[in-house]
């Protein structure tokens, strides 16, 4: 599934929500296993992993705030990459 019928109130509430995208969490998270050195593939399968783990739990949510993904992501990332989820979680503190 591309996106989730979910909104997502983005950081600050300056833009108008948008839908969850699967896609774009999926990047994300491989993004933060690859700054880490994890090979492409295992980045793959811990994504795809995380991002069923984000999807059911927003399952009964019609709205939500970017940073409740991030809380989310993070904490099941956590569980599969702790060095990733260290970088996934200080990615916007450092930009």
Do not use: N
Request: charge should be negative.
């Amino acid at each position: 599934m591309v996106g989730t019928v979910v909104d997502v109130v983005k950081r600050g509430d300056r833009r108008q929500p948008e839908y969850f995208l699967r896609d774009k969490l999926h990047a994300s998270v491989v993004a933060a296993c690859l700054s880490v050195r994890t090979p492409a593939g295992q980045a793959e399968s811990i994504a795809s992993t995380v991002c069923d783990s984000v999807i059911d739990w927003l399952e009964d949510k019609p709205e939500i705030t970017s940073q409740d993904i991030r809380i989310v992501t993070a904490k099941h990332l956590h569980t599969h990459h702790p060095d990733a989820a260290y970088m996934y979680e200080q990615y916007l503190v450092t930009i």
